[in-house]
Antibody
Framework: QLQLQESGPGLVKPSETLSLTCAVS??????????WGWIRQPPGKGLEWIAT???????YYNPSLRNRVTISVDTSKNQFSLKLTSMTAADTAMYYC?????????????WGQGTVVTVSS | QSALTQPPSASGSPGQSVTISCTGT?????????VSWYQQHPGKAPKLMIY???KRPSGVPDRFSGSKSGNTASLTVSGLQPEDEADYYC??????????FGGGTKLTV
């Protein structure tokens, strides 16, 4: 059974860069037609898509975050990662990684449990 | 402000049906059949309930159904059960490799 597990620092200082990793187990990140993404949810608020990547390296970004975000994949470790620069309090959120089923679908069918990221000095 | 508009709340009694709307534009909901719906219980990760407007992933009860008319997508929950009480979010592909979410609807049973 495919599982995703986020990891990273729970606390980041303002202006610093957030680095998160999503480890995929129970299946291969190189499976055809599956993409991998990051979604976040500020406390008490709704969901926001951040970025998506295919194992080949093709990347797709939320236009509102594009200039601050980098998503990458490491097929040898069966994991993918997120970097978000110039962190502010507005970036405080639960960050989820998820599997996206197919290109045209844009639906996330398997999610990690999420990791809380707080931006504070 | 979310790109897709959902009512903040909805409610129904056990056994009843409730429909949650998700309104966008012809650049997102109206332009593509890539609408999905997620259920989120407090403290839990979202769960995919409907994808590509009407399709149900394996394991999702057939009490959950999706539809679309013009720029508005809808999620209908029939035969409401207490465990259906949760937040529900819609999403849609918005072109140019962009995905947008609705603001979410709190369903009370």
């Amino acid at each position: 059974q495919l599982q995703l597990q986020e990891s990273g620092p729970g606390l980041v200082k303002p202006s610093e860069t957030l680095s998160l990793t999503c480890a995929v187990s129970g299946g291969s990140i190189t499976s055809d037609n599956y993409y991998w993404g990051w979604i976040r949810q500020p406390p008490g608020k709704g969901l926001e898509w951040i970025a998506t990547i295919y194992y080949s390296g093709s990347t797709y970004y939320n236009p509102s975050l594009r200039n601050r975000v980098t998503i990458s994949v490491d097929t040898s470790k069966n994991q993918f990662s997120l970097k978000l620069t110039s962190m502010t309090a507005a970036d405080t959120a639960m960050y989820y990684c998820a599997r996206q089923r197919g290109w045209g679908s844009w639906a996330f069918d398997i999610w990690g449990q999420g990791t809380v990221v707080t931006v504070s000095s | 402000q979310s790109a897709l508009t959902q009512p903040p709340s909805a409610s129904g009694s056990p056994g009843q049906s409730v429909t949650i709307s998700c309104t966008g534009t012809n650049s997102d909901v109206g332009g593509y059949n890539s609408v999905s719906w997620y259920q989120q219980h407090p403290g839990k990760a979202p769960k995919l309930m409907i994808y590509e407007v009407t399709k149900r992933p394996s394991g999702v009860p057939d009490r959950f159904s999706g539809s679309k008319s013009g720029n508005t997508a809808s999620l209908t929950v029939s035969g409401l059960q207490p465990e259906d009480e949760a937040d529900y979010y819609c999403t849609s592909y918005a072109g140019k490799n962009n995905l947008v979410f609705g603001g979410g609807t709190k369903l009370t049973v």
